[in-house]
């Protein structure tokens, strides 16, 4: 079965530092691996997908993901973090059992950063 | 344009009670899936309706059923609800299932805050 782990429950740096919230992967196949990002009431909003190609995909709003495939990590980085960026992060892998597809999730890592 | 829009946005029942749940997709998707995330959790995939049938199914029990319209709109049921399905209920929508080289991206909802007391 496709699965992700996010170990750190948070992640606190200072508005101006680089940022990197973890993620590692365990598939069969080939993985297809997404980062959301959830803010307080509101729905998942899509960052960033890794299907093929280039090992660091950029997204919206100046993050960026770094996959490697020989650590089995998909991390989330950004060069300098704003205190707008604290929110609830989730990264997650594609699911295509039956042919059709569905996300499996982490448990999410909040993202802290202090003025 | 309009995203995914769920409604209600909050609603409390006690256990043993009913609850439906509605979605509509946002403008030119035609495929629904939700999803269940518990406080503290990830989100855990409940079904997928892809033209008015569901597609596929993660491990919840048949108290949750739903239902897919001819306009692509979507209902989540629960019968017989427990305090454990307490938890936001997440729609999400996409443009049509993805194929095995693919990976669409889906379209979250605000979602849908049960409580059950």
């Known amino acids: 079965a496709q699965s992700v782990a996010q170990p750190e429950d948070q992640v606190n740096v200072a508005e101006g530092n680089p940022l990197t919230v973890k993620c590692t992967y365990s598939?069969?196949?080939?993985?297809?691996l997404f980062w959301y990002v959830q803010y307080p009431n509101r729905g998942l909003q899509f960052l960033l997908k890794?299907?093929?190609?280039?090992?660091l995909v950029k997204g919206s709003y100046g993050f960026e993901a770094e996959f490697n495939k020989s650590q089995t990590s998909f991390h989330l980085k950004k060069p300098s973090a704003l205190v707008s960026d604290s929110a609830l992060y989730f990264c997650a892998v594609r699911d295509i059992g039956t042919g059709f597809q569905k996300l499996v999730f982490g448990t999410g890592t909040r993202l802290l950063v202090s003025p | 344009d309009a995203g995914v829009t769920q409604s209600p946005t909050h609603l409390i029942k006690t256990r043993g009670q009913q609850v439906t749940l509605r979605c509509s997709p946002k403008s030119g998707h035609d495929t629904v899936s939700w999803y269940q995330q518990a406080l503290g959790q990830g989100p855990q995939f409940i079904f997928q309706y892809y033209e008015e049938e569901e597609r596929q199914r993660g491990n919840f029990p048949d108290r949750f059923s739903g239902h897919q319209f001819p306009n692509y709109s979507s209902e989540l049921n629960v019968n017989a609800l427990l305090l454990g399905d307490s938890a936001l209920y997440l729609c999400a929508s996409s443009s049509r299932p993805a194929t095995r080289s693919g990976a669409n991206v889906l379209t979250f909802g605000a979602g849908s805050r049960l409580t059950v007391l």
């Open positions: 598939v069969s196949g080939n993985p297809y």
């Open positions: 890794y299907i093929t190609g280039d090992n």
